[in-house]
């Protein structure tokens, strides 16, 4: 399964890499793609949308589903 996620607030490749490692610690992901310049996400993996949304917003940043 893929999601796609929005993301607000990447500035940096700091950012994306926060973000990178938040979604990748996510119980059941098993890929990560974070695209700084397109401020998006794609995560491959049996889980819950709102699990991924959840772990980006508890780095700071914004997160909705959907490309």
Do not use: W
Not at 41 to 61: H, I, M, N, R, W
């Amino acid at each position: 399964m893929t999601t796609q996620l929005t993301i607000s607030g990447m500035t940096c490749g700091h950012c994306e890499k926060a973000v990178h490692n938040a979604l990748k610690n996510v119980p059941g992901v098993q890929a990560v793609q974070v695209d700084l310049p397109g401020g998006r996400a794609t995560v491959q993996g049996d889980v819950d949308p709102q699990a991924l949304v959840s772990a980006v917003k508890e780095e700071g940043y914004g997160a909705e589903v959907g490309a």
